[in-house]
């Protein structure tokens, strides 16, 4: 076969081409630290990239969940906190009442301090987070205790919900994220204290008052059972939060592997095919000899 100085040319700037296209691939990596910007580049690498991303953003957005899973425990927490010393401090004065020292004045002024503690646990009870009573159920945008019916002759309205707030914090995983209202806020409690408050101002005598101590007792405990049973799942959500994190961790990693470039790879590379594209222009320029038609002038 013949072979013509066009062909040589045309190899040479084939070749020379080539060469530009290696360089500018390895530039781009460097340039975004990414193996690849084109999908076309390596479908495997973007198919991959696709389901890491996928992965990352399902755990992201448990963790937000489980955010709003901790805002909602915390304040509820919190509250219960504040009603339990509420009552406890009722439960106090009970027994003061109860051991016959104190004169009719002095059991109106109590019943003065009781009645304020139950508008107290009834404004706990209408805790307002974010916009959202926490003590209703999924009835989140209704109070729980009726403040419009508070009055010296009637005990608060009640009208609570128990309908649980459950968040998905895992694949599958659902928390509750409040407490059963009924347990705590009902209207017993506010029955009994409102009876208490009325059995000081109308001179009952220490048996009927001492009878109210159990009745205390019991609500003291309910927000004690309530709590630990937070406590519980507070504690369920920690260690979710923690699997989160790993699960967080291992999936950046695998999409790091998956898609960035090994920059100390890559600047070798370069410089290899610089080196490479410089010899390859260097013979070029030797293998493109004056030809005949460079004589004919």
């Known amino acids: 076969m013949r072979v013509t100085q066009g062909m040589l040319t045309n190899n040479m700037l084939t070749n020379l081409s080539n060469s530009y296209g290696k360089m500018g691939d390895l530039q781009e990596q460097l340039s975004t630290g990414k193996k690849i910007s084109r999908p076309s580049q390596d479908p495997v690498v973007a198919m991959k990239g696709m389901n ?49 020292t104190y004169s009719d004045g002095e059991r109106e002024n109590i019943a003065k301090e009781v009645r304020q503690l139950g508008e107290h646990i009834a404004n706990v009870a ?92 019991d609500h003291v405990d309910s927000f004690v059972g309530q709590r630990a049973d937070l406590g519980a799942r507070m504690n369920r959500v920690e260690l979710i939060e923690n699997r989160l994190g790993s699960q967080e961790v291992s999936a950046t990693k695998m999409m790091s592997d998956n898609e960035d470039a090994n920059i100390e790879k890559v600047i070798t590379d370069l410089k290899t095919q610089e080196s490479v594209h410089r010899a390859a222009m260097g013979v070029g320029s030797r293998i493109i000899q004056p030809s005949l038609m460079d004589f004919l002038r």
Do not use: C
């Open 126 to 217: 209408n805790t307002e987070v974010n916009g959202k009573y926490i003590f209703n159920g999924e009835n989140t945008t209704e109070k729980p205790i009726d403040e419009e019916l508070i009055d010296d002759e009637e005990p608060f309205g009640v009208n609570t919900s128990d309908s649980p707030v459950e968040i998905e914090v895992s694949s599958g995983v659902k928390i509750q994220a409040n407490v059963t209202p009924s347990t705590v806020f009902n209207e017993d409690l506010f029955a009994d204290i409102h009876k208490f408050a009325n059995d000081l101002e109308s001179g009952a005598n220490e048996d009927e008052l001492s009878a109210s101590l159990s009745q205390f007792d």
């Open 52 to 100: 890491y991303r996928s992965q990352l953003g399902e755990v992201e957005q448990f963790q937000r969940n489980i955010g709003e899973v901790h805002n909602w425990m915390d304040n509820s927490d919190a509250a219960l906190d504040e009603g339990t010393q509420a009552l406890q401090r009722i439960r106090e004065l009970n027994v003061q009442a109860s051991n016959g």
